[in-house]
């Protein structure tokens, strides 16, 4: 099914425009959930209570209602207990379902963006150079942003600037053991899927490294890693899953 899946997705991406892929999608995704519908789980961003996740061919387990990915599930459980946003809230790259959720929760007090058009969003901020004032936010969202910016640096000081003393910022990018990998020879689509695996990545983090980067910007950092809990089994969540969290 995960292929068929995932083909069908392609197809309709490669015929149809942008702006109505974005109005037929939860359309296509009711018809598409139907063979999913169950009790052994249950994705906690749309409720729907399914038998299993879409499988998907990199692994990630997608609830097909409400298009929702294991990192997306969980950081919407972390936005629901520890980190209950309070105040403005910048969202970098949100996804629909994810998204959709926060407006609800924050109104006014929820700004999103996305740089490439990829997700519908309120802004197209560059990152290393956005066009808020200085401590415009309490709470900052970037979810797989930093490992697509060239000039990380240069991004995370704006990070720094735009966010509250005493507020925290969310941060996550695909990970690797050891140190950063950066390659300055590897700069074509092929080459940069082939070394960091995705055609629009320009490296590749690990936990520390990115650590590292985020305290020389000034913020204080600490890292959560989840693990296997009846939790994590029933809202199809990834173990060792790590979310960097950012203090300034
Ligand atoms: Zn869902």
């Known amino acids: 099914m995960a292929s068929i899946y995932e083909f069908s997705k392609k197809i309709a991406q490669s015929l149809l425009p942008q702006t109505l892929l974005h109005q037929l ?4 995704r009711q018809l ?3 063979p999913y519908y169950g009790r052994r789980h249950q994705c906690n961003i749309c409720g729907t209570q399914l038998r299993t996740f879409v499988q998907l061919e ?3 387990a997608l609830c097909p209602l409400c298009g929702s990915l294991p990192r ?6 972390l936005l629901q207990t520890e980190y209950l946003p309070k105040g403005p809230t910048l969202h970098f790259s949100p996804p629909r379902s994810l998204s959709q959720k926060l407006r609800t929760l924050l109104s006014q007090n929820y700004v999103t963006t996305d740089y490439e058009g990829e997700f519908k969003a309120d802004h197209a901020y560059d990152i290393t150079a ?3 004032s200085e401590e415009r936010f309490a709470h900052i969202i970037c979810y797989h942003v930093l490992e697509h910016i060239p000039d990380d640096h240069a991004a995370m000081k704006e990070l720094y600037r735009i966010l509250q003393p005493g507020g925290w910022m969310l941060v996550q990018t695909p990970f690797k053991t050891g140190p950063i990998y950066e390659n300055e020879a ?3 689509p092929e080459e940069r899927l082939q070394h960091f695996g995705q055609a629009d990545h320009v490296r590749i983090y690990s936990v520390q490294g990115l650590r590292q980067r985020l305290e020389k910007a000034g913020f204080q950092t600490k890292v959560l890693k989840f693990h296997e809990s009846e939790h994590s089994q029933k809202h199809g969540l ?3 899953e790590q979310v960097i969290v950012c203090h300034k």
């Not at 999608?25 to 296509?28: A, G, N």
């Not at 997306?72 to 459980?77: A, D, E």
């Open 186 to 188: 590897v700069t074509t």
């Open 238 to 240: 990834k173990n060792g």
């Open 25 to 28: 999608e939860p359309t296509f």
């Open 58 to 60: 990199r692994g990630d």
């Open 72 to 77: 997306q599930r969980r950081l919407w459980h």
């Open 130 to 132: 956005i066009p808020e």
């Open 32 to 34: 598409a959930a139907l």
